[in-house]
Structures are given as structure tokens and as C-alpha cells.
Nanobody, 120 residues
Framework: QVQLMESGGGLVQAGGSLTLSCVAS???????????MGWYRQAPGKQRELVAV???????NYADSVKGRFTISRDNFKNTVYLQMNSLKPEDTAVYYC???????????WGQGTQVTVSS
């Protein structure tokens, strides 16, 4: 099994910045086989949506709504993925979930989520 632990959420004013971190832990056998890692979010009354994902080789994909404002990065040695969020907007308010998987398109593991609230 692989466990994911998010951190870095909180309350910030519009225009501000936050950095989310997600550390993967578990057996080396499984950690070494993880490919895709990334962030999804779910706002109240809405479906979970992709925010940004990154593969082991550094390929990234972003939701159109966050392009130019958010940056995803990854430290494979630390099994950690980061999400730098700048120019935050109230519509970015959501629970942000970290996910990881053995393929680049589907995730096997999810974190508990961290709340991000952007006030206007």
C-alpha cells in the first residue's frame, strides 16, 4: 500500500499564494513504481476535478482554469509532489486531494484532502 499525506492548505486572501505538498510513503517496491502524481479538487456541490498532474519524467498537465497561476513539481527522491498556487481566486476554494498511481492517467491512491479557502 501507499499512503499520501497532504499539507499546506489554509485561508488566504484573493491574489495570495499557497504551496501544497504531498508525501507518499509505503513500501519501496510500490513507491518506485508510481508514475502519475497530482492534484484534484472538489468544491461544495461540485464534482472532483483535475487541477494538475505530473509524471515521473516530468510531463505535466493543467486545468485551463489554473494555467499560468499554478505550478506542479515533483521530487522523485523524496516521493513528494508540490503545487505552487499563485494569484489565488475565490473560485479556487475547494478541498484539494493528492493522488498517485502506477499509470499516468489513473490513480490508485488518494490522500485525505486539505482545505484551501480564498477570501474575496
Amino acid at each position: 500500500q501507499v499512503q499520501l499525506m497532504e499539507s499546506g492548505g489554509g485561508l488566504v486572501q484573493a491574489g495570495g499564494s499557497l504551496t501544497l505538498s504531498c508525501v507518499a510513503s509505503g513500501s519501496s517496491f510500490r513507491l518506485n513504481r508510481l508514475n502519475g502524481m497530482g492534484w484534484y479538487r472538489q468544491a461544495p456541490g461540485k464534482q472532483r476535478e483535475l487541477v494538475a498532474v505530473i509524471t515521473t519524467d516530468g510531463s505535466t498537465n493543467y486545468a485551463d482554469s489554473v494555467k499560468g497561476r499554478f505550478t506542479i513539481s515533483r521530487d522523485n527522491f523524496k516521493n513528494t509532489v508540490y503545487l505552487q498556487m499563485n494569484s489565488l481566486k475565490p473560485e479556487d476554494t475547494a478541498v484539494y486531494y493528492c493522488g498517485a498511481g502506477y499509470s499516468s492517467v489513473s490513480y490508485n491512491y488518494w490522500g485525505q484532502g486539505t482545505q484551501v479557502t480564498v477570501s474575496s
